[in-house]
């Protein structure tokens, strides 16, 4: 056993005004904790992706990381009850004169228990298999009971036609998903918006995992259809696109593309107009993401400015063959993307400074 190696970190009483703080010795830091009359001291950083701990909060006897919310005993650095053996170091202290020590050779071995995998951070490989296409609808909608959407009926006509070709589908409607809005864990630090993402891995109820798992596991296209409000995509459309942060996140902290190889398309319906400036969101961010365009990569149906008489609109879009053809050009066109990009491989699993801004790490 080595001697003690005994460092004063401060007068007592100024370290028991806080409960918790980050303490820095030299260039390590710690999380030194005070409660009930006693310190407590343990490394600084999460055995999760490095949280800072010691900018967290107390939770009884254990420190909550900030960052994704795991929790170590403040004195023995152990993870909670059915984590014990997921330990940070924890340390030593004694008080003398006044003043708080450490004995920086007293601290235990650090120890990462591998929480179990989330199914989604299995290895990204395209199976064998023909073009596959998934479509999201993002309209708001009663599901108990639905209404005429124009966008997903076009959607669902592009989705049939795929089908008819012998293509593989999936529809997933984001209104019939229970998923929580992003928490803004990138806002905390790039590090702390991690793939699977965050939310993901934390609540197993959140079912946005079958939007990843379509998105980077299994589709080649995906055909996403909104209806225009206020000018903009719809709200679910922002919601969704808010938790894929952590799609585009890993291009700019790991080098590491996640999406390859894909095509994306638009199907953008409305009763009032805006549609360049929802197209030009749509497409600057799934390119963002990593994403190929077919030429013409949407097919948009909008009335103008002035027309509120939206069930017109409705019976428009039902009784128009020339936007159902035009969907199942775009399909079409999709398809014939996605098997150029599939038969050279075209993308890359890094691309140097791809959604980096130019700027390095
Ligand atoms: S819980 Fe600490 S870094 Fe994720």
Known sequence: MSDANWVELGDLND?????????????????LSFKDGKFGLIDNSCNHVG??????????????CPWHHWKFHRCTGEGEPGFEADKVPGFTLKEEGGKLFVDLNSGTKRNRKPHEPHPLSRKIERG??????????????????????TSDALLETGLEHAKAGGFETRYIRLSALKFRN?????????????????????????????VYDAFVHWADIILVATPIRWGAASALYYKMVERMNCIQNQVT?????????KVASFIITGGQDNVQGVA???????????????????????????????????????????????????VDRSVAMAQVLLGSDASSAKVSRGGRKASPL
């Open 15 to 31: 370290l028991r005004g806080q409960a918790l703080r980050v303490v820095e010795i030299g260039k390590r830091k710690y999380a």
């Open 280 to 330: 030009g969101q749509m497409l600057g961010f799934f390119a963002e993401i990593g994403c190929a365009f077919p030429q013409f990569p949407y097919v948009a149906h909008t009335r103008g400015w002035d027309a509120e008489d939206m069930d017109e609109n409705v019976r428009q879009v039902k009784h128009s063959e020339e936007l159902r053809e035009g969907v199942r050009a775009l």
């Open 182 to 210: 992003c928490e803004g864990y990138y806002s905390k630090a790039a590090r702390a918006c991690t793939w699977p993402c965050s939310i993901t891995l934390m609540d197993s109820k959140d079912q946005l995992d079958q």
């Open 51 to 64: 949280g800072p701990l010691g900018e967290g909060r107390l939770d009884g006897e254990y420190v909550v």
């Open 253 to 261: 902290i790991a080098d590491r593309v996640m999406l390859r190889n």
């Open 128 to 149: 064998d298999g023909p073009v596959r296409i998934v479509g999201i609808s993002t309209t708001a909608m009663d599901e108990r009971n639905p209404r005429y959407s």
